[in-house]
């Protein structure tokens, strides 16, 4: 089954036990320090930093300006867990939620759909997704590759002001004996 | 990020330095745009120094890629590596992007159209 975003206030992935816990004003132009401050809980194991950093930037990204609409006032609330075979994420925001989710998943259907088919023509439609909230910032494909990235889903709660997304690493071979 | 224009006869060389993020991507955009005012018609973005790209950064190349299509213009993209790499495989978009190895290959390319 094509992968979607999911809605479902249950979901394992909204388990905050052992998770850490942070709080942000909405400060757009905070997004990549708020970030920093979370990944530096990351185990130096983990490959490609650069790219986990930028996945969850994203995530707090839609959070403080989509959610929150960048207010002062409003809080974004990150839960975070890192070990060396997985990283979970659970980001909320007080904004009245990405109530576009099932428009959302039809609309990347249709993306992968043009993907399967190496349909480029069609697919210049598809490769962002843009509603009257986008401004010339927006690059409307960030969800596309968190899909892609966050290989244990993402999830939202059904009130869709609330994300939860995981990722497991492969594990490494362990045993490896040094001299006799 | 800073951005230095070279010229090859017709062709524009597009050199992106430092982190493409939700702070600065508009500025390839602009400065893209600046250029097809001047009647800029071949263009290379060379993404060799950049360590760091995010989804507006992946939007700005979308926009000027589309823009350029829809004007016949030509475009190549070259030196992805690393986490852009990655960035613009976990988008799917390898096969929309015009990718070029380097950017010699993107100028050979661009003396055949």
Redesign the interface.
């Given at each position: 089954m094509a992968k979607m975003i999911l809605k479902d206030n249950n979901h394992p992935l909204f388990n905050t036990d052992q998770m850490f816990y942070k709080e942000f004003p909405s400060d757009f132009?905070q997004?990549?320090y708020f970030t920093l401050l979370i990944v530096q809980k990351a185990p130096p194991e983990i490959k490609?930093l650069?790219?986990l950093?930028?996945q969850i930037?994203?995530l707090i990204?839609n959070a403080v300006k989509h959610g929150n609409k960048s207010d002062p006032d409003k809080k974004i609330k990150v839960w975070y867990y890192f070990s060396q075979e997985e990283t979970r994420l659970i980001v909320e925001d007080e904004g009245k939620g990405f109530t576009k989710i099932d428009e959302w998943n039809d609309f990347n259907a249709k993306r992968q759909d043009c993907?399967k088919n190496?349909d480029?023509e069609k697919?210049?439609d598809y490769?962002?997704y843009t509603t009257e909230d986008s401004d010339?910032?927006?690059?409307?494909?960030?969800m596309?590759?968190a899909l892609?990235?966050w290989n244990e889903g993402v999830v939202f709660t059904e009130k869709a002001n609330c994300v939860a997304v995981g990722k497991t690493y492969p594990r490494k071979q362990k045993g490896i004996t040094i001299g006799d | 990020m800073e951005l230095k224009i070279m010229k090859s006869n017709d062709i524009y060389i597009i050199d992106v330095n430092g982190e493409m993020?939700?702070?600065n991507?508009?500025k390839l955009?602009d400065l893209v745009i600046k250029m097809l005012d001047k009647k800029v018609n071949k263009f290379i973005i060379n993404l060799n120094n950049v360590?760091?790209?995010?989804?507006?950064?992946?939007?700005?190349l979308?926009f000027i890629c589309?823009t350029l299509?829809k004007s016949n213009l030509h475009l190549y993209i070259s030196n992805i590596r690393?986490?852009v790499k990655?960035?613009i495989e976990?988008?799917?978009?390898t096969?929309?992007l015009p990718l070029a190895g380097t950017v010699q290959d993107a100028l050979e390319l661009l003396k055949k159209v």
């Open positions: 132009r997004i990549r490609e650069n790219l950093e930028q930037s994203e990204k993907l190496n480029f697919l210049a490769v962002a010339y910032h927006d690059g409307g494909n960030a596309f590759a892609e990235f | 993020d939700l702070y991507s508009y955009k360590e760091y790209i995010d989804s507006s950064g992946i939007g700005a979308i589309s299509k690393g986490s990655k960035v976990l988008t799917k978009l096969g929309y």
